[in-house]
């Protein structure tokens, strides 16, 4: 007979959300191993890693809030994770399964950050995305924005980020919107 507490905790490190806590320790190690090699790296993965997680954790806590799945959930934290090492397609399928992967990458931003014509390229995949990956990455705007603006933040980008999601959910679109308003404005 099985050990019941075994059991349990077999079940609950199966879930992918068990699995993603384990997947960016394993992704910020490795990309803070590579940051280190890179003599022109200004500040290191790791020393991001609490801002990313205080987004994650709020976009994740709104889309649960308008009732996305656990897997929309896991798909916007990989989304944030892509912030911080670029993964492919094969990496997140063998990870966290197609049906994540396809979230995923239907969401993630066109080419280099920083890059000007892959933002506009962006923001154009982003405005044809379907609804629930729009709602992702407003969500991700929402966590950026509900942690608190910083005056040197780029507001316009996100913004002009937010307008390019139309068919997002209305009400968390809406907030996000009505907040960079306030601080574009203001």
């Known amino acids: 007979m099985k050990n019941p507490a075994k059991v349990q905790e077999q079940l609950i490190s199966s879930t992918p ?3 993603l806590v384990a997947f960016h320790d394993a992704i910020y190690a490795q990309a803070e191993l590579e940051a280190k090699s890179n003599m022109f790296e200004m500040v290191g993965p790791l020393a991001m890693r609490d801002d990313h997680d205080a987004i994650i954790s709020t976009a994740q806590a709104n ?3 308008v009732g996305y799945s656990e897997a929309e959930q896991v798909a916007v934290s990989l989304l944030m994770l892509l912030e911080v ?3 492919s397609f094969d990496h997140l399928t063998n990870a966290f399964g197609k049906d994540i992967a396809n979230l995923v990458e239907t969401s993630r ?3 280099e950050s920083g890059n000007v014509d ?3 390229a962006s923001l154009e995949k982003f405005a044809r995305m379907p609804p629930n990956c729009q709602t992702l990455r407003i969500a991700l705007l929402l966590g950026v924005v509900e942690r608190g603006i910083e005056p040197c933040s780029p507001h316009e980008p996100w913004y002009e980020e937010a307008l390019a999601l139309p068919n997002a959910h209305p009400s968390l ?3 996000v919107i009505a907040r960079l308003e306030e601080n574009l404005i203001g």
């Open 17 to 19: 959300q068990a699995c």
């Open 63 to 65: 889309l649960r809030a």
């Open 85 to 87: 090492k670029q993964l």
């Open 109 to 111: 931003a066109i080419g």
């Open 118 to 120: 892959d933002w506009y």
């Open 173 to 175: 679109r809406q907030r």
